[in-house]
């Protein structure tokens, strides 16, 4: 019996040591793990220094909680965008797509505002990103601060037309967009007309589709194969896609699904160029959580207020005082003017355009 009892305690004793080193094991492959993801990610974010090449002469920080971020979307064709947009491949690039989030201060809305491409600015006197000086411009197109300067001459260009600060910036090409519609499984998006676009390559029937990466790339670069070939119609294409990424990101789940999150956040940490002081996992993870509470029912999108520029009827100016308006009330962190609201183009894609003023028909 004594045998027994001292036999039954050795394979205890051996049981529970097996046990501990399992897990003991399975932390260190875990930990292992987790520190590979983290070091990867990490690696995959590029920053660029703004503060540093635009100096104090800015707005102030709001004190309150409510931040600014611009978010471009770059039409480089560079690299693997040249194989998805063609065009181009001197190594130039626009901002194809600009948007202002303005975050509330308790987090728990946002409004976004587009800023159509081809609207003429006075752009500043700014620094190219190669250190050279880059001289100021009257009636410049928004989009061609980029070019000219790089995302410092951008977010200086915004903050002047804005009078607001942008605490933070987020790029996005071609590929890296794709890339991240197609890491998040596809969109879902509604058409009420059947859109045919030779230059983006979309080809659609009116009703429900689920877009894949080059799809999607293609639905937000539409312009021509819908509406009246505006800008604005493009803007509002883009909206409708916002939405349905945010959609579809919720519904993934990635908070249950590791390996899923650490997927899409792959892609998309190799698919952005932000600041310094968002590019760390460490930072975005925090930007996300200040944004969970908001979800396509707390995201107001608008476009700037605009009318054809009388120099140019393919260009737009800001129309006022809508325009000083809308900036007005994000700085004060108020909701979008009424008279903001009243008159924003109708989505070509959902129902039939509004008389809204031409933009620019450029290619480009």
Known sequence: MAEHRRRVVTRKVRLRRTVVCSVAGLLVLGGGAAGYAYWKLNGNIKGVDINAQLGTARPPAATDG???????????????????????????????????????????????????????????ACTSTAGKPVAAAKNAMFNSAFEAGGPACAVKTTEQLTGLRMDHYVEIDFAGFAGLIDAIGGVDVTTTVPISDKDSGLQLAAGAHH???????????????????????RIELQK?????????TKSLGLTSNPAKLFSVADKLTRSVTTDSDLASVNALMGLAESLKGIGPDELGMVTLPVVTAPSDPNRVVPAEPRASQLWSALKADQPVPASVLAEQPANPAQATPSASPKASRAKR
């Open 211 to 233: 877009l894949g990466g080059e799809q999607a790339l293609a639905f937000v670069r539409t312009r021509h194969g819908v509406g009246d070939g505006s800008d604005l119609g």
């Open 66 to 124: 409510s931040f600014n971020v611009l978010v471009l979307g770059s039409d480089s064709r560079g690299g693997a965008n040249g194989n998805l947009a063609g065009g181009n491949t001197d190594g130039t690039a626009r901002s194809d797509t600009a948007m202002v989030v303005h975050v509330n201060q308790d987090h728990s809305r946002g409004e976004v505002v587009s800023i159509p491409r081809d609207t003429l600015v006075a752009r500043p």
């Open 240 to 248: 409708q896609m916002v939405k349905a990424v945010m959609a579809q």
